[in-house]
Each structure stands twice: as C-alpha cells, then as structure tokens.
Nanobody, 123 residues
Framework: QVQVDESGGGLVQVGGSLRLSCSTSARPFGDYTVAWFRRAPGKEREFVAIFRPSGSPEYANSVKGRFTGSRDNAKYTVYLQMNSLTPEDTAVYYC?????????????????WGQGTQVTVSS
C-alpha cells in the first residue's frame, strides 16, 4: 500500500504564501504521477496541479501564475508553493499519486490519497 502524506497547511492572511509538501512511499517515485487537488467548503473537489514523471507541471487556471511546484525525486516529495493567496484558496488540499504517466486531471484516476491539509486564508 502506498502512503501519501501532506504537510504545510495553515492559516495565512490574504496575499500571503504557504508551501505544501507531499511525501509518498511510492517506489520508484520517479515512475509516479503526483497531483494536488482541493476541496473548499460546500464545493466539489477540484484539480490544482499535476507533476508527471516527465514534462512540465500543469496548473489549474484558477491558480496559474500564483502557484508553482516541483518534484524532488531524491526526497520522494512534491512541493506546491502558493503565493498571493486569496480567501477563495481556502480549502483542504489533497495530494494524490498513481503509477505511470497519468494524462487525466480527474481525481478518479488516482489510486493513492493523503488525508489532506487545511489551508485557510483570512481577509
């Protein structure tokens, strides 16, 4: 069973920044696609960013230009740097992983999930 763990959430003011981390027991880590999703109160879970075994990361339009990320295969970790945060970014952020090059941004394509980390942006 692959374990996925998120960390780095918290409370931040509007315009602030947070960096989320996603570590996983998936091996070989470089063979896995890792993605971030979020679920805001009363809303459906939505795609945020994807980090495939090769190629550049992709981001949802709602976060493009504000969120950036990277994967460190040596540390089995994916990072999500979130800048210029707004109250609309308040959500539980989930990290998900699946083996191989996952083309889809759909949550249903990912087998392994973390418990989530809360991000709250106060105005």
């Amino acid at each position: 069973q692959v374990q996925v763990d998120e960390s780095g959430g918290g409370l931040v003011q509007v315009g602030g920044s947070l960096r989320l981390s996603c570590s996983t027991s998936a091996r070989p880590f470089g063979d896995y696609t890792v993605a971030w999703f979020r679920r805001a109160p009363g809303k459906e879970r939505e795609f945020v960013a994807i980090f495939r075994p090769s190629g550049s990361p992709e981001y949802a339009n709602s976060v493009k230009g504000r969120f950036t990320g990277s994967r460190d295969n040596a540390k089995y970790t994916v990072y999500l740097q979130m800048n210029s945060l707004t109250p609309e970014d308040t959500a539980v952020y989930y990290c998900a992983a699946d083996r191989g090059y996952v083309y889809s941004r759909a949550a249903a394509m990912y087998e392994y999930w973390g418990q989530g980390t809360q991000v709250t942006v106060s105005s």
